[in-house]
């Protein structure tokens, strides 16, 4: 009489199979989950430009002004074109837009890997560096701490165009900006600001013109363009979204994220509309 069991061999066999097919719809499980992730990316970036559009209506079509250390002015210090904000206390972008946003979960990538935006260091120990408080501008325990306002503070892994937030070319001011379908405002960042001048910097541009805080949104310092596995510092499956002036959102990969001035898609700075 036949034993209806299976035998060593089959099981084997049987084994090696599944494995098999686990191996091949692995990734194609990660890929929808990441897709799933884009979808509620695209949605918060979408909030985030909207909250700037209000914001624009209630302040006479200018967008949030907040000088950066770049300006020779650590942790923000001086004040806004209308001087209605004192030394020190400029709000972070985040803050100036929170009043027109519900949930500040729309601040948060979920594709993110860093547990903030900047600096990376700030969040992972909830303290501020020895330099003062311009180093955590806007995040979790950040700025805001160092200010006595603490709801400031807010996990975040966007960044806001940091040419427009320190007023450069006036391009606060929507008027100013004539390309608003191509110029980049928010996007997904390696810190809460992304920075399209600093030429051949670890955080500004590279020397071929790429914005590498958006993309190489998940390392610093960012990989050289030519290293073959600088796509693993990318965000979204190679590359990253950005939400554009006008309010639309693309998803561009990380070697397209270059300026207009450099043979680039894409405005991000008065240099890119001459």
């Not at 599944?18 to 897709?35: C, M, S, T």
Request: aromatic content about 14%; some cysteine.
């Amino acid at each position: 009489m036949r034993n209806l069991g299976f035998s060593l061999i089959e099981l084997l066999v049987i084994v090696a199979v599944i494995a098999v097919l686990v191996g091949l719809l692995f990734p194609v499980f990660a890929a929808v989950r990441e897709k799933g992730r884009q979808i509620q990316c695209i949605s918060n970036l979408n909030q985030i430009d909207k909250a700037f559009s209000l914001y624009a209506n209630d302040h006479d079509d200018t967008l949030p002004y907040r000088p950066t250390d770049l300006t020779g002015h650590p942790g923000g210090a001086g004040v806004s074109p209308t001087g209605s904000w004192p030394i020190l206390l400029i709000p972070p972008w985040t803050a100036q837009i929170e009043g027109y946003i519900k949930n500040r979960q729309v601040f948060v990538c979920p594709s993110t890997r860093r547990d903030w935006s900047w600096p990376l260091w700030a969040g992972s120990w909830g303290v501020l560096g020895s330099d003062g408080p311009w180093l955590a501008p806007c995040g979790f325990r950040g700025y805001g701490s160092a200010v006595d306002k603490p709801e400031w503070d807010v996990f975040v892994s966007y960044g806001y165009n940091e040419a427009v937030s320190n007023n450069f070319g006036n391009y606060i001011s929507l008027a100013a900006h004539r390309f608003p379908s191509e110029f980049g405002l928010i996007a997904d960042s390696e810190v809460a600001w992304f920075t399209p001048f600093g030429i051949g910097t670890v955080w500004g541009l590279s020397r071929s013109g790429l914005v590498q805080r958006i993309a190489f949104a998940e390392k610093f310092p960012p990989p050289d363009e030519t290293d073959p596995k600088a796509e693993k510092a990318t965000r979204h499956l190679n590359g990253s979204f950005i939400a554009f002036v006008d309010g639309h959102v693309k998803w561009c990969i990380w070697s397209q994220v270059r300026c207009k001035r450099f043979g680039g898609h894409w405005r991000f700075a008065p240099e890119d509309d001459k």
